[in-house]
């Protein structure tokens, strides 16, 4: 099976960091971005970043950087209609999207979204987190998404659609869980708040020891 195209998510606007690229944020002297790149790039056939505004600012990724083609802050949802814009012209058949400012995520992120897929015979799998009294917490802006859907997710954007779920259920979106780590650490942990880069520094500094 041909692995899916990876899609990095850097199109928020960041607005509880004051503005700004939240993935270009140092952590322990590599970027955030350089971590997510760096976990997502052995999960997939190729990495696309998909963000908005000038792409030279990300010109030292090597990366194709792809904005989004539906006018005005779409959400998450216009990154991946982008995403699997750039998949279609190049070949692969689905994509695998992962969040800019969440630095810990899985490394087998993509290998248990098609397993999730797989079993639910569903086109699209969200990764999801335990939650309280036995809820799950699904995180939507990591998941596999089919190129095939790509005109009907254009067609719902173009209709005012913007939560991810709002899109997903009506097309069958299995669930991948994911559990916390042996240390009760959060998979999907992201940088929001000057506080939670504080965090991810230190979470960065005791995986290294």
Same mark, same amino acid.
């Not at 939670?196 to 020891?209: D, T, W, Y």
């Given at each position: 099976?041909?692995?899916?195209?990876?899609?990095?998510?850097?199109?928020?606007?960041?607005?509880?960091?004051?503005?700004?690229?939240?993935?270009?944020?140092?952590?322990?002297?590599?970027?955030?971005?350089?971590?997510?790149?760096?976990?997502?790039?052995?999960?997939?056939?190729?990495?696309?970043?998909?963000?908005?505004?000038?792409?030279?600012?990300?010109?030292?990724?090597?990366?194709?950087?792809?904005?989004?083609?539906?006018?005005?802050? $779409?959400?998450?949802? #216009? /990154? !991946?209609?982008?995403?699997?814009? &750039?998949?279609?012209? @190049? %070949?692969?058949?689905?994509?695998?999207?992962?969040?800019?400012?969440?630095?810990?995520?899985?490394?087998?992120?993509?290998?248990?979204?098609?397993?999730a897929a797989a079993r639910e015979h569903t086109?699209?799998?969200?990764?999801?987190?335990?939650?309280?009294?036995?809820?799950?917490?699904?995180?939507?802006t990591f998941g596999l998404w089919p190129v095939?859907?790509?005109?009907?997710?254009? $067609?719902?954007?173009? #209709? /005012? !659609?913007?939560?991810?779920?709002? &899109?997903?259920?009506? @097309? %069958?979106?299995?669930?991948?869980?994911?559990?916390?780590?042996?240390?009760?650490?959060?998979?999907?942990f992201n940088v929001n708040t000057p506080e939670?880069?504080?965090?991810?520094?230190?979470?960065?500094?005791?995986?290294?020891?």
């Open positions: 099976m041909k692995a899916p195209c990876g899609v990095i998510l850097a199109g928020g606007l960041s607005s509880r960091m004051g503005g700004g690229d939240k993935a270009l944020l140092d952590l322990n002297g590599s970027s955030i971005l350089s971590l997510v790149i760096a976990r997502l790039k052995p999960q997939v056939g190729a990495v696309v970043l998909n963000a908005n505004g000038d792409p030279a600012r990300f010109s030292g990724y090597a990366l194709p950087v792809v904005p989004d083609s539906i006018e005005g802050y $779409a959400g998450p949802l #216009a /990154g !991946v209609l982008a995403g699997l814009d &750039w998949a279609a012209a @190049h %070949g692969f058949d689905e994509i695998v999207t992962a969040a800019a400012d969440t630095p810990f995520f899985p490394v087998d992120l993509a290998q248990h979204l098609r397993m086109p699209i799998a969200l990764a999801a987190t335990p939650g309280p009294g036995g809820r799950t917490h699904r995180h939507p095939a859907l790509r005109q009907d997710l254009r $067609a719902a954007l173009d #209709a /005012g !659609v913007r939560k991810v779920v709002q &899109w997903t259920d009506p @097309h %069958g979106a299995a669930m991948a869980l994911f559990e916390p780590g042996a240390d009760a650490s959060e998979p999907f939670e880069l504080e965090i991810a520094r230190r979470r960065l500094a005791g995986m290294h020891g």
